[in-house]
C-alpha cells in the first residue's frame, strides 16, 4: 500500500468530501442538457464538463495508483468548489446555473 504525506492525505480526503456525488450519478448528470449549458468553453466542452469527467476517472482509480496529475486536479476541484460556494445567490438555487456549475464539478449543493 502506498503511503501518502499528510499533506497528499488531506488533499484527498478534502477531495472526498467536496466531491459529493457518485460517480455513476455525476456521469448521469454530464449526459443531461442543463450540464451541458453551463460554463466556459473553448472547443465545445465546458472546463467543468471536462472536470466533472476528470473528477469520475479518479473516484474510480485506487487510491494507490493516484499521481501527481491528480492531486493537481483534486486542488484544482477543491478550490473551485470553495470559491463558488462562496458566491451562493439569494434564493432557491435548485434550477439555477450557480448549481449546474457546482455539480459539474462534482458537489451538489442540496445534498
Given at each position: 500500500m502506498t503511503m501518502y504525506d499528510d499533506d497528499t492525505e488531506a488533499l484527498i480526503e478534502e477531495f472526498h468530501d467536496t466531491v459529493n456525488m457518485q460517480p455513476q450519478e455525476l456521469e448521469e448528470?454530464?449526459?443531461?442538457?442543463?450540464?451541458?449549458?453551463?460554463?466556459?468553453?473553448?472547443?465545445g466542452e465546458s472546463t467543468g464538463h471536462q472536470s466533472g469527467r476528470r473528477i469520475?476517472?479518479?473516484k474510480r482509480t485506487d487510491k494507490a495508483?493516484?499521481?501527481?496529475?491528480?492531486?493537481?486536479?483534486?486542488?484544482?476541484v477543491n478550490g473551485y468548489v470553495a470559491r463558488h460556494l462562496a458566491q451562493q445567490p439569494d434564493g432557491d438555487v435548485e434550477d439555477t446555473r450557480w448549481r449546474y456549475s457546482l455539480m459539474n464539478w462534482g458537489h451538489d449543493p442540496l445534498k
Open positions: 448528470w454530464l449526459e443531461t442538457e442543463e450540464s451541458k449549458s453551463v460554463g466556459d468553453t473553448d472547443d469520475v476517472e479518479i495508483d493516484l499521481g501527481d496529475d491528480d492531486f493537481d486536479h483534486m486542488r484544482k
